[in-house]
């Protein structure tokens, strides 16, 4: 078999390159797709979910939303010349990453799941198939409101869903893993790169 011509970035949260991150490479690798998950943080060896709120400092303090979609960015306009489709898929800021990316014309198609800084850049106008999952709930802000403002918006090319669940529903290394909503959502997935990573 010779190189795909696909390409996914998975972007990670604020722990870095953990298990769940592993898993969803894993759970990706059926799709024929080269997939590559590059450390956004400045350490090696990734924060435990015990260690939330280090993670936090860590990532505000010497990473940060803007400067890790540089980075992605970057490693984006490289993938373009190598493969015909690339897209991103991220979780929670990962998941904000990745819809910052989706009005920058260098990708395909652009997946985030649980982005909560998503409502911080409301006015982002993807220029690629985007699709957007929510948990039902979140303990930081209204869901409800973000995603009827999303389609307020009536922005032809983003698709919204929204799963029963908290954050981090979707993880199975995760204490709020709901494995009847990450199973719907992970089909949601496979259906939405079905449709969109198809060859031409």
């Not at 696909?6 to 953990?18: D, F, R, S, T, V």
């Not at 080269?34 to 260690?51: A, G, K, Q």
């Not at 939303?65 to 540089?70: L, T």
Request: contains cysteine; proline residues 4%; charged residues 25%.
């Amino acid at each position: 078999m010779g190189k795909p011509n696909k390409a996914i970035l998975l972007i990670h949260e604020i722990y870095g390159l953990n298990d769940h991150m592993k898993f969803m490479k894993q759970k990706l690798s059926k799709l024929e797709a080269d997939i590559t998950c590059p450390n956004l943080l400045s350490r090696d060896i990734p924060y435990s979910y015990e260690e939330e709120g280090r993670a936090y400092q860590n990532f505000i303090q010497n990473i940060g939303i803007d400067e890790s979609s540089k980075q992605i960015n970057n490693m984006l306009i490289q993938l373009k010349q190598e493969y015909e489709r690339v897209g991103v898929i991220g979780f929670s800021v990962g998941a904000t990453i990745s819809w910052l990316c989706s009005e920058n014309n260098l990708c395909d198609f652009v997946i985030g799941c649980y982005g909560s800084r998503i409502r911080d850049d409301l006015n982002r106008r993807p220029v690629c198939p985007t699709l957007l999952i929510f948990p039902a709930e979140e303990k930081t802000f209204d869901v409800d409101y973000l995603v009827n403002s999303l389609k307020q918006k009536r922005e032809p090319l983003l698709e919204i869903k929204t799963f029963h669940g908290f954050h981090g529903f979707m993880n199975p290394f995760s204490h709020a893993f709901n494995k009847e909503s990450a199973d719907e959502a992970f089909q949601t997935i496979n259906d939405f790169l079905e449709r969109h990573l198809a060859d031409y």
